[in-house]
Every structure is written in structure tokens, then in C-alpha cells.
């Protein structure tokens, strides 16, 4: 009984995107990333779930929305151990770990206030120059910024 | 970055530099060469730097080009609205190359992404000033007869040294060594450092401006220590004095040690310095007339 009643918490989508294993803290941050304010796609977005693993997860589901493979590595950035599931007729037809890619365009807001990218209107752009660390360079300014202070920008 | 544009003293191998300090060397012979003749450069001035502005335009008029371009952005659009990028292109429609210094960090950057036009970098911000770099390096190869196993000694304000930051950088393909004199409160920041350790480079940090450092030393460079990057002036009364270079203090230096400065200096290298034969800093400025020449020759592929 009580199994049926967890289930029923996050239904399944029939074709679609899961995003799962996601730090509490970090969930609405990745839903800002995804743009998912924007998107008519149906979501579900469940937080703060028991997990063996992780103690608590969050959950986003998009039905039928399947995204770039870059879209979804920017995750990396702020949440490295999130699992993908690409869903088709119900069926989980791929799973996968996102990886954090070489550079990250238009998403990070530079913290340099003297930086060209918060004084024009153009995109921001980093250099991943620590995998493991999670630390970015500015392409344009130089400075480097740590996992822990990205900042993601509102489109 | 359209692939001539010179906008940082990293994107340059070692081959890079010694190509455009042997070319410098040969406008140094002759600075007033027709090489430029029919071509027009832009010096963009954002921000006022009469030193460096007056270097390039006589390096482009030594060579036989013209010059256009603005000293002040206030005079411009720009205090009107414009973006830079439409301001780049819309110089990029009259001219073969520009020099441009501006007051926001990876302005140079984004201008060589924006236009075909090459461009030079000729301070952005706290961030780069690759002909200054260039400069100096023509210098210490000049004084000291080769650029490779020299010591360096770095004394002042070495946190904010955009200048000493960037020599940091020219000089780690020459196998250096560093001497680094600071007060605690403006000395050589972990990012240096680390460069340094990722390079195997050799470095020691004092806060004792001492004579037996500098009789280590084949290159003095001098920096100024400023009032207002102390956040505790009773410290900057205490260290005001303390890096400040007087004749005396360079009896027991080598015969080929010489001093540098990237200027203005204000009091850290006394006036009695100046009639020493280690004194530099004047011939240094001089030469940023054929590391500019060489450095805009070779952003256009012209060979010399």
C-alpha cells in the first residue's frame, strides 16, 4: 500500500527527459537553466524525496522535451552526479551521467564588475579549466571562478 | 579572436616572442621604415594612457602609416549609448588595424571576436597590456645579452601589477628565476604563484627590500607602491619608504644588473639613481617605440 502511494508521487511520463538524483539545493537552479519557465512541455517537479543513496533528491520530469546533449552537460556544473534517463514509450531507452563540458557559453554570469560581458550586451563565456574542482575562467576578463560562486544568469 | 589580433601576452609561444623582440631589434636600427605606407591604424583611447598612445602612433608614423582615432570616450558615441561592438565596427570600415585601450576587462577580447580589422591591446582594465610585456622583454634582452637563467627581482606593489603579472608570464619560457619584494598587504597573489609552481619556476618572497637581494639580481624591476591600495594606511605609513630604490643601495650589484620601470615613477626610485649606469627605465620607455613596431608589423604579417 504504501509502495502504490510513493509511486503515485512522480508519475511516469510516456516520452520525455527525467532528471534524477538532484541535490535539493540545487534543483530550482537547474530548472532556471533548462529554461523550463519558458517551455509548454508538461513538468513535473518533485523535491526533497528519501533516497538510499543520496539521503534526499529531487526529481524533474519534462514529457516530450528531449534536450542537446550540452544543455543537459551544463548541469555538471553545479550538480556532476545527476542521472539522465531518456524515456520513449515508457521504456528508460537511455540513461546516462552528464559530463562536464570544455566551455560553457551564455549560462554563467561573470562576478568581475569591471568585465566587458556585464557592460555590453553580448554572452558570457568560460573556460572549464578544473574538471574536478568545477573551476571556470572568463574568456574575456581572465578571472577564475569557483563551483561554489557561480552565479547562473536569468535569460 | 581573428587569428592576427594581439590581445594577451599568453597566446604568444616562445618562438612568437623571440620572432617579434629580433624585429625589434632591427627597427631599433632603422625605426623609419615606408612598411605601413597606404594604411591607416585607429588608436581607440577609452581611457587616457598618453605614454602608450604616443609610442604607437609615432611607431605607426615612423613607418609610413596615418593615424586616426580618439583620446577620451566621452567625445564619442559611446557617451551617448553606443555599444562597443558597434563601435568597432564601425571604425573596422576605415582602417587596417586598431589600438585600442579601454577601462573593462576583456574589451580587446571581444573586439578581435567582433571584426576581420586586427587588433592590438593596449590595456584592458587590470587585465592585459601585452606591449608593455614585449617592451620589457626587449629590454632585459638588450641589458643582459640573452633572456635565459636571469634573476629577477620584482619589488612593490606586486598584487596589483598588471605589469609585473605579465612579465611573470613572458619570462616563464626562459627558465627565470624570481625574487619577490613586497609589503604583506600587496604581495605577489596565489595565482602567480601557482603559475610559477606549475612551471617550475624557482621564486623566493620577502618583505625586506635588502641590498643583498638586489646583489643576487640581473633585473631590478620597480613598481609603485600607491596609498590607495592600502585598506590600512597605518601600515602604508610604515612601508612607504621601505621600497624605494636609492643610489647607495647599488654598490654591491652586479656590473649587469639594470634597473626597469614601467612609469610614471612617482618616489621609489630616487633622482640620484638616475645618473647610474644601471639606471634604465628612460632607454626602457625609448624602446617600446621598436617592441611596438614589430608587435603592429607582425599583426599584419609584414615582414621586415
Known amino acids: 500500500m504504501t509502495e502504490k502511494k510513493k509511486e503515485l508521487l512522480v508519475a511516469a511520463i510516456e516520452n520525455g527527459t527525467v532528471i534524477d538524483h538532484i541535490p535539493p539545493e540545487q534543483l530550482f537552479k537547474i530548472a532556471l537553466m533548462l529554461g523550463l519557465e519558458k517551455t509548454s512541455s508538461t513538468i513535473t517537479i518533485g523535491n526533497n524525496f528519501i533516497s538510499g543513496e543520496m539521503g534526499r533528491k529531487g526529481v524533474i520530469k519534462i514529457a516530450d522535451k528531449f534536450f542537446e546533449e550540452d544543455e543537459l552537460d551544463r548541469i555538471a556544473l553545479i550538480a556532476p552526479n545527476v542521472i539522465l534517463n531518456i524515456i520513449r514509450d515508457y521504456e528508460v531507452v537511455e540513461k546516462r551521467t552528464v559530463t562536464l563540458p570544455d566551455e560553457v557559453v551564455g549560462l554563467v554570469k561573470c562576478n568581475n564588475p569591471k568585465c566587458v560581458t556585464n557592460n555590453e550586451p553580448m554572452p558570457t563565456r568560460f573556460e572549464v579549466i578544473d574538471k574536478e574542482k568545477g573551476t571556470l575562467k572568463c574568456h574575456y576578463c581572465e578571472r577564475k571562478i569557483n563551483k561554489e560562486s557561480i552565479i547562473i544568469k536569468v535569460k | ?304
Open chain 2, 1 to 304: 579572436m581573428n587569428s592576427k589580433s594581439l590581445v594577451s601576452i599568453d597566446q604568444l609561444s616562445e618562438k612568437d616572442i623571440l620572432r617579434i623582440l629580433d624585429n625589434a631589434a632591427k627597427f631599433e636600427q632603422n625605426p623609419n621604415r615606408p612598411l605601413l605606407n597606404g594604411k591607416v591604424a585607429a588608436t581607440l583611447f577609452f581611457e587616457p594612457s598618453t605614454r602608450t598612445r604616443l609610442s604607437f602612433e609615432t611607431a605607426v608614423n615612423r613607418l609610413g602609416g596615418r593615424v586616426v582615432g580618439f583620446q577620451d570616450a566621452s567625445t564619442t558615441s559611446s557617451s551617448k549609448g553606443e555599444t562597443l561592438k558597434d563601435t568597432i565596427l564601425m571604425v573596422s570600415n576605415y582602417v587596417d588595424l586598431i589600438i585600442m585601450r579601454h577601462y573593462l576587462e576583456g574589451a580587446a577580447r571581444y573586439a578581435s571576436e567582433v571584426t576581420d580589422v586586427p587588433v592590438i591591446n593596449a590595456g584592458d582594465g587590470a587585465n592585459q597590456h601585452p606591449s608593455q610585456t614585449m617592451l620589457d622583454l626587449y629590454s632585459i634582452r638588450k641589458t643582459q645579452g640573452r633572456l635565459n637563467d636571469l634573476t629577477i627581482t620584482m619589488v612593490g606593489d606586486l598584487k596589483y601589477g598588471r605589469t609585473v603579472h605579465s612579465l611573470i608570464v613572458g619570462m616563464s619560457h626562459f627558465n627565470p628565476t624570481f625574487n619577490f619584494v613586497a609589503p604583506d598587504e600587496l604581495k605577489m597573489p596565489d595565482e602567480q604563484k601557482n603559475f610559477c609552481d606549475l612551471h617550475h619556476i624557482p621564486y623566493n618572497e620577502c618583505t625586506e627590500f635588502s641590498e643583498d637581494i638586489i646583489n643576487q639580481t640581473d633585473i631590478l624591476y620597480m613598481t609603485r607602491v600607491q596609498r590607495e591600495r592600502f585598506t590600512d594606511l597605518e601600515e602604508y605609513e610604515r612601508v612607504k619608504n621601505v621600497y624605494i630604490l636609492r643610489n647607495k643601495m647599488l654598490r654591491g650589484s652586479r656590473e649587469n644588473l639594470r634597473v626597469l620601470h614601467p612609469l610614471p615613477r612617482v618616489n621609489e626610485i630616487a633622482y640620484d639613481v638616475d645618473d647610474s649606469p644601471k639606471a634604465y627605465y628612460i632607454q626602457q620607455a625609448r624602446n617600446g617605440l621598436f617592441a611596438r613596431q614589430a608587435i603592429i608589423c607582425d599583426v599584419l604579417g609584414i615582414e621586415i
